[in-house]
């Protein structure tokens, strides 16, 4: 294993250590040490599985990752001043800040690992779209960006859409890449790693948030009533397969202005 897989394992020891014996202000930053640990170690599994990971053989474009993943999480927090689908409790700006750098490395990561273990690799099936097709999608995700605002109680779950229905269109139209390109190319095997990765890498945020101080609450229309698996609702995880598809046609589209070499994370 390389390196960065044994700091990762430092790291995630060193968190729940700090979550059994609370150490200020160690553990204000549990969520990033345990997250960054969490990366690591994946990334170097990825490695192992592949001989490629992002960390060990794409290092800029994993920064590029840890840097474009805060100004996509507060495009959520604009959505989030109308929904007021969550709270924080104890965070402070900075600390935000370092949290916000994991969210799209760690569902890339996730990702990734998926994809590398060929759990779906039977799966090769040609998804066949139109470029004509993609106009509505895009007229959706236009109504995406602005129902959570004119009507936050019943359009908040168009907001882990948003981003897949405005970019997937370009992605696939103009960059001739993203997740419906490769399903179009007989891919399907990403798609169903893409929609596994969200409640996965969202199962670990839940179970840490649970545990952390900062922490996170929710107030989410028609299920605060619900059963919870920590302070999520269940049918909340449901979303975590949305926003992990806005993530990568995110990441698809803005890379392409930083780098002109095919996306790693597609092989």
């Not at 204000?28 to 345990?34: A, E, H, T």
């Not at 474009?61 to 840097?67: G, H, I």
């Not at 370092?98 to 990561?109: C, L, R, W």
């Not at 999608?137 to 897949?164: E, M, Q, R, T």
């Amino acid at each position: 294993m390389k390196l960065h897989f044994y700091i990762g394992l430092i790291l995630i020891a060193f968190a729940v250590f700090d979550f059994v014996h609370p150490v200020q202000p160690i553990a204000l930053w549990y969520i990033p040490i345990i997250w960054y640990g969490y990366i690591f170690v994946v990334d170097s599994i990825v490695f192992r599985l592949k001989r490629s990971s992002l960390i060990v053989n794409y290092p800029k474009e994993f920064v590029f990752m840890l840097l474009i993943s805060v100004p996509f999480w507060l495009a959520f927090e604009f959505y989030n001043l109308f929904t007021k689908n969550w709270v924080y409790f104890g965070f402070t700006w900075y600390i935000h800040l370092v949290d916000f750098t994991i969210i799209i490395p760690a569902v890339i990561e996730g990702f990734m690992l998926l994809n590398s273990l060929h759990l779906f690799s039977r799966f090769k099936a040609v998804f066949p779209v139109k470029r004509w097709e993609l106009y509505p999608v895009f007229l959706l995700g236009i109504f995406s960006a602005v129902a959570p605002i004119l009507f936050p109680k019943y359009g908040f779950p168009f907001v882990w859409l948003v981003f897949f229905f405005l970019l997937e269109p370009i992605d696939f139209s103009f960059l001739k890449s993203g997740l419906l390109y490769q399903m179009s190319r007989g891919r399907m095997d990403l798609f169903y790693s893409a929609i596994l990765a969200g409640p996965l890498t969202g199962f670990f945020w839940e179970l840490w948030n649970y545990l952390a101080y900062p922490k996170w609450a929710y107030n989410i229309p028609f299920m605060n009533t619900l059963p919870k698996l920590f302070a999520m609702p269940l049918p909340g995880y449901l979303g975590y397969i949305p926003f992990s598809l806005s993530i990568l046609a995110f990441y698809v589209f803005f890379r392409r202005f930083v780098f002109k070499y095919k996306n790693p994370i597609f092989r």
